[in-house]
Nanobody, 120 residues
Framework: QVQLVESGGGLVQAGGSLRLSCAAS????????MGWYRQAPGKQRELVAV???????DYADSVKGRFTISRDSAKNTVYLQMNSLKPEDTAVYYC??????????????WGQGTLVTVSS
């Protein structure tokens, strides 16, 4: 079994910062790309940021310059540092990872989501 557990969401005022964490655990041989997605009420889930196993990162235009994705491979953890938050960043944030299990089965795994609310 493999699971992703997110933490760090909450309520913050506009202009503030939050740091999300997502830790993978289970029968993991290798983790490939890891990413963060978000889904606001009434909207489709969208990609926020993704980071490759080599550390290359890419961002949605709406968060470039404000959010930073990073990973600690030794801890099987990905982070999302969110600065200069805006009310439109309010959403449930989901962690995602491409994982190769020890039985050589490849999976795309999702976390349970963590709510970020930005007040104006």
């Amino acid at each position: 079994q493999v699971q992703l557990v997110e933490s760090g969401g909450g309520l913050v005022q506009a202009g503030g910062s939050l740091r999300l964490s997502c830790a993978a655990s289970g029968t993991i041989f290798r983790i490939n790309a890891m990413g963060w997605y978000r889904q606001a009420p009434g909207k489709q889930r969208e990609l926020v940021a993704v980071i490759s196993s080599g550390g290359s990162a890419d961002y949605a235009d709406s968060v470039k310059g404000r959010f930073t994705i990073s990973r600690d491979s030794a801890k099987n953890t990905v982070y999302l540092q969110m600065n200069s938050l805006k009310p439109e960043d309010t959403a449930v944030y989901y962690c995602n990872a491409g994982i190769l299990r020890t039985d050589w089965r490849s999976l795309e795994v999702w976390g349970q989501g963590t709510l970020v609310t930005v007040s104006s």
